[in-house]
């Protein structure tokens, strides 16, 4: 085990954990069952040792998705929602129609600042799409950055020239562009447990 340094205000950003993603035939297959158990100790941690979490939300634009706001699905999923506003720490709400939680509202970044925050951990969903992209930018923006990889999961995708990549696949090559690529460290819930927990 390789546990991660965590600072005493790191935050946690936990991304579009929202009831919408739990609607297979509109996402198709997904990866890592595991993730939500991961998602929830992260939080239980960070709450009891009084460091801030962030809850991201996306209000899709879209009319037909399961995210779209004012549908049941825009909603977090119950273990998120229940846990909302126990901790000790700081608390912020974003909510965001892109895939970044940095250009979401309230702003993340003046928000980070104001708090002295300059290292966060990244968990939600999905993996190579809106924790990437969030993870991606607080690199560029000059946060350190983690994701707690097996804290994330996504879902089978199709794209150009008719290629296709499973869940895993895409998962495991968004780790290795943020890793390899030095916008984030990509470590496992149980470091970062470790690590926050001070053990």
């Given amino acids: 085990m390789d546990i991660a340094e965590i600072a005493a205000n790191a935050a946690l950003v ?3 954990v929202q009831k919408g993603f739990e609607e297979p035939d509109h996402w198709g297959a997904r990866n890592n069952p595991g993730a939500d158990d991961n998602i929830a100790a992260l939080i ?12 991201v939300r996306h209000d899709s634009s879209e009319p037909g998705s399961p995210l779209r706001a004012g549908y049941a699905g825009n909603d977090f999923k119950e ?14 709400l974003i909510t965001k129609t892109v895939n970044s939680a940095f250009l979401g509202t309230p702003d993340l970044g003046a ?3 104001a708090e002295g925050i300059s290292q966060f951990v990244v968990a939600g969903i999905q993996t190579n799409m809106c924790v990437e992209t969030t993870a991606r930018m607080g690199g560029n923006l000059g946060y350190d950055v983690l ?3 097996d804290a994330t999961h996504t879902f089978d995708l199709e794209g150009p020239f008719g290629w296709r990549r499973s869940a895993d696949e895409l998962a495991q090559a968004s780790a290795v562009s943020l890793h390899g690529g030095g916008f984030a460290r990509v470590v496992s819930t149980q470091d970062v447990v470790a690590g926050a927990a001070g053990v």
């Avoid at 239980?44 to 809850?55: A, H, I, N, S, Y």
């Fill in 79 to 92: 273990y998120v929602e229940d846990r909302r506003g126990k901790g000790a720490g700081a608390e912020l």
């Fill in 147 to 149: 994701v707690a990889y």
């Fill in 14 to 16: 936990v991304v579009d």
């Fill in 44 to 55: 239980d941690v960070w709450q009891g040792t009084g460091r801030p979490v962030v809850f």
């Fill in 111 to 113: 928000w980070l600042s």
